[in-house]
């Protein structure tokens, strides 16, 4: 496990941008496959790998470039690693751009499924203030610790590990039809 830890710094530190872009990829598809198979008990017969598939290029094409491009723009709207820095990185987090980000996540997730306008907005009726209140039990501390403790370039790292049991409900949540 440490070997693997040096390897993924040593990455991070050539490749930060790329590596934390496959992280969030790879960990969202983690996340549907965990939905899958243990939420929805589907069993490796009925898994669908299609739905794998899109849920990781979501991953790879929104999720890591916005959540690792928002971390860089959030350390320069508050300067700082004291604890009351921490506190304001985390309100500004999940007061401005969790509900955007989590808006905008269920509306690809299910276009990428195929609904309509008509049918997305009914879902992202359905669904949304679930998924924010859900955000609000979980995220609000993971992130003063990762603002407070963890350095700026293995932020997403960190998001995406605890992610993994989010992503397992976003992803069942999303793809609830």
């Known amino acids: 496990m440490a070997g693997l830890w040096r390897s993924y710094q040593a990455l991070m530190g050539k490749y930060p941008w790329t590596v934390q872009i496959v992280t969030a990829g790879s960990l969202v598809g983690v996340g549907d496959v965990i939905s899958q ?7 490796l017969a009925h898994h669908n790998m299609q739905r794998t598939a899109k849920m990781m290029s979501i991953g790879f094409f929104f999720v890591g470039p916005v959540i690792g491009s928002w971390y860089k723009v959030l350390d320069r709207l508050v300067v700082g690693g004291t604890k009351s820095a921490a506190m304001k990185k985390m309100l500004v987090d999940q007061l401005c751009f969790a509900p955007c980000f989590l808006g905008a996540f269920l509306c690809i997730s299910s276009a990428l499924n195929g609904l309509t306008v008509e049918e997305n907005i009914t879902k992202l009726k359905r669904d949304y203030t679930d998924a924010l209140i859900s955000n609000y039990y979980l995220w609000p501390p993971v992130q003063i610790a990762n603002f407070y403790f963890i350095p700026l370039h293995h932020r997403l790292a960190v998001v ?15 793809n609830k039809m």
């Open 160 to 174: 995406q590990i605890v992610a993994v049991g989010w992503n397992s409900y976003l992803t069942w949540k999303a």
């Open 37 to 43: 198979q243990l939420i929805e008990r589907r069993g």
